[in-house]
């Protein structure tokens, strides 16, 4: 990883600048829409509920505006205290930002987890614009579809954005939206920083999201990575890695037959890290059992996952 010096520049006078926090429930595509905005990979997605574990910024900079997103996890009823922080920081996040970002599924009707965190953006004083997302898979009968989300939120003066995260549609005029409910104000970061997390951080949630795309069911959720050394030369990057998982099932399921699954999340985990990187890598994985990480508050710790004050 290379060091690089960034400055910060004095903004003009009519510079607008915020944070701005997507918030919604887990898989209405939170994470992409960041990557959309920021116009990089900088947060990993997939079809499996519960993607996002961390509080994640991107950051997007343009000559008239700096916005810096906060992606959190999708809030549901957590099962087990690796949920419960979850929703915690997803919670604590509504109250630490200048404005929020609701996102749902307009692919599919509203429902009771919509409910819920409409209840909770109405007890907070954080303004809040309601984004309706996957237009591109609306069916014919979408203007019932808007409406049961509108109905959700007729006692609220928020205002409503359509767009796809994945094909970008509607997203500049959302940007726009969100710039001007921002209040004038300075640069927080570097113009050409993309995100708030180390490189080391991404790595590993680049194995990971290789894990959910290839496996089933309770491992997606049993997965904790964690980075153990990184050795740089010239001309190459060697990172080696721990999958941490909870049952020796799992670690079997993991490695597959003659080791053929783990050889492919590597090799893909191992592409994505030479996109981050723009350099070339070798990727070692090796998998751990760590009996019940998930309800230990030490392990959590450990694999980056606390309740942030
Ligand atoms: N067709 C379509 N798919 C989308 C769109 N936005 C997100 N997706 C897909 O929806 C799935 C979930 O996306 P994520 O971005 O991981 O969702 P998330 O809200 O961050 O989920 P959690 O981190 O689990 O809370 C992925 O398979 C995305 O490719 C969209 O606008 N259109
Ligand atoms: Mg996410």
Do not use: C
């Given at each position: 990883m290379t060091e690089t010096q960034f400055t910060i520049p004095i903004a003009p006078d009519n510079f607008k600048s915020g944070f701005v926090g997507i918030i919604g429930r887990p898989n209405v595509g939170k994470s992409t829409l960041m990557n959309q905005l920021v116009g990089e990979k900088v947060a990993i997605t997939s079809p499996v509920a519960q993607t996002t574990r961390?509080?994640?910024?991107?950051?997007?900079?343009?000559?008239?505006?700096?916005?810096?997103?906060?992606?959190?996890?999708?809030?549901?009823?957590p099962h087990h205290e690796l949920g419960r922080v979850l929703?915690?920081?997803?919670?604590?996040?509504?109250?630490?930002?200048?404005?929020?970002?609701?996102?749902?599924?307009?692919?599919?009707?509203?429902?009771?987890?919509?409910?819920?965190?409409?209840?909770?953006l109405k007890?907070?004083?954080?303004?809040?614009?309601?984004?309706?997302?996957?237009?591109?898979?609306?069916?014919?009968?979408?203007?019932?579809?808007?409406?049961?989300?509108?109905?959700?939120?007729?006692?609220?003066?928020?205002?409503?954005?359509?767009?796809?995260?994945?094909?970008?549609?509607?997203?500049?005029?959302?940007?726009?939206?969100?710039?001007?409910?921002?209040?004038?104000?300075?640069?927080?970061?570097?113009?050409?920083?993309?995100t708030d997390q180390p490189?080391?951080?991404?790595?590993?949630?680049?194995?990971?999201?290789?894990?959910?795309?290839?496996?089933?069911?309770?491992?997606?959720?049993s997965v904790a990575i964690s980075i153990e050394k990184i050795?740089?030369?010239?001309?190459?990057?060697?990172?080696?890695?721990?999958?941490?998982?909870?049952?020796?099932?799992?670690?079997?399921?993991i490695i597959g037959n003659k080791g053929s699954m783990l050889k492919q999340i590597g090799s893909e985990a191992r592409q994505q890290i030479q996109k981050l990187i723009a350099g070339k890598v070798y990727l070692e994985l090796f998998v751990k059992v760590e009996p019940k990480w998930r309800q230990s508050r030490l392990r959590l710790a450990e694999f980056g996952y606390r309740v942030e004050e």
């Open positions: 961390n509080r994640l910024q991107g950051i997007l900079t343009t000559p008239e505006f700096q916005i810096i997103f906060v992606d959190t996890p999708g809030i549901h009823k929703v915690k920081n997803a919670k604590l996040a509504i109250n630490s930002v200048d404005l929020i970002l609701f996102v749902v599924d307009s692919s599919t009707f509203s429902g009771g987890g919509d409910r819920f965190i409409i209840e909770l007890d907070s004083k954080t303004p809040v614009i309601l984004g309706l997302n996957k237009i591109d898979l609306q069916p014919e009968n979408y203007q019932e579809i808007d409406d049961s989300y509108l109905e959700l939120i007729d006692q609220t003066n928020w205002s409503v954005v359509k767009f796809s995260a994945t094909t970008g549609e509607g997203t500049e005029t959302l940007q726009k939206i969100l710039a001007e409910n921002l209040e004038t104000g300075p640069y927080y970061y570097p113009p050409d920083l993309v490189e080391r951080f991404i790595m590993a949630e680049l194995i990971r999201e290789q894990i959910l795309l290839h496996t089933r069911q309770e491992i997606p959720h050795e740089e030369t010239p001309k190459i990057t060697k990172v080696f890695a721990a999958v941490n998982v909870e049952r020796k099932s799992q670690k079997g399921i």
